[in-house]
């Protein structure tokens, strides 16, 4: 079975900190995408992945960056967490173009 | 741009009660659509597609039909189960976003015995 994990469930931090999110799939799949999850709006894509050091900006990428130096790994960076990045974050991954994404549990940050 | 509008929720049902989640797509050429579920605490997980218009997709007694003349993809279930319990996503694959997905904001099932 296709396996995405991600490194943290849960994760506090304070604001002005930068906080790395970790996304791991190993079915070695091309693409990866980080999606951010809000009460009332749904699941939002950040950036996306389609191949190591390859990236693409989603809807809201205002605040973020990613890496993709491995093609299992895809990290998000939020270089100064504010409390407006309070959510849940979604990281998943797929191959080709027609292929369903497999997604991670996802992990609940709280900026204070 | 492409987008997409589900029905709100929550959806409050009696076990064996008859389940429609609506959807509707705006976009350009043929996307392909998507039901995604997810459970408490848990990722999403892919419940049923469908590529091309009157294609149906199923799935654990789950069913929706791609309706391009209506531009609809409704989710529909003859007897729901409370661990049906679950926020339901209706996605499409397209637009400026490549092989990203456009989702609704998600519509909350709860069943009760």
């Known amino acids: 079975d296709v396996k995405v994990t991600q490194s943290s469930r849960y994760l506090v931090k304070r604001t002005g900190e930068k906080v790395f999110l970790e996304c791991v799939q190993d079915?070695?799949?091309?693409?990866m995408f980080w999606y951010r999850q809000d009460p009332g709006l749904g699941l939002r894509l950040i950036y996306f992945?389609?191949?190591?050091?390859?990236?693409e900006k989603g809807d809201i990428p205002e605040g973020y960056s990613v890496s993709r130096e491995k093609k299992e790994r895809f990290s998000l960076i939020l270089e100064s967490a504010s409390t407006n990045q309070t959510s849940m974050y979604l990281c998943?991954?797929?191959?080709?173009?027609?292929?369903?994404?497999?997604f991670g549990p996802g992990t609940r940050l709280t900026v204070l | 741009g492409n987008s997409v509008t589900q029905m709100e929720g929550p959806v409050t049902l009696s076990e064996e009660a008859f389940l429609t989640i609506n959807c509707t797509y705006t976009?350009?050429?043929?996307?392909?659509l998507f039901w995604y579920v997810q459970y408490p605490g848990e990722g999403l997980q892919l419940l049923l597609k469908?590529?091309?218009?009157?294609d149906k997709g199923s799935n654990k007694g789950f069913e929706a039909t791609y309706r391009k003349e209506t531009t609809s993809f409704h989710l529909e279930k003859g007897s729901v189960q409370v661990s049906d319990s679950a926020v339901y996503f209706c996605?499409?694959?397209?637009?400026?976003?490549?092989?990203?997905?456009?989702f609704g904001k998600g519509t909350t099932l709860s069943v009760s015995s």
């Open positions: 976009a350009t050429g043929y996307p392909s």
């Open positions: 996605a499409l694959r397209g637009g400026q976003a490549g092989t990203a997905l456009i």
């Open positions: 079915m070695d799949h091309e693409n």
């Open positions: 992945s389609y191949d190591v050091k390859m990236k």
């Open positions: 469908a590529t091309k218009a009157d």
């Open positions: 998943a991954s797929n191959e080709g173009t027609y292929n369903e994404q497999f």
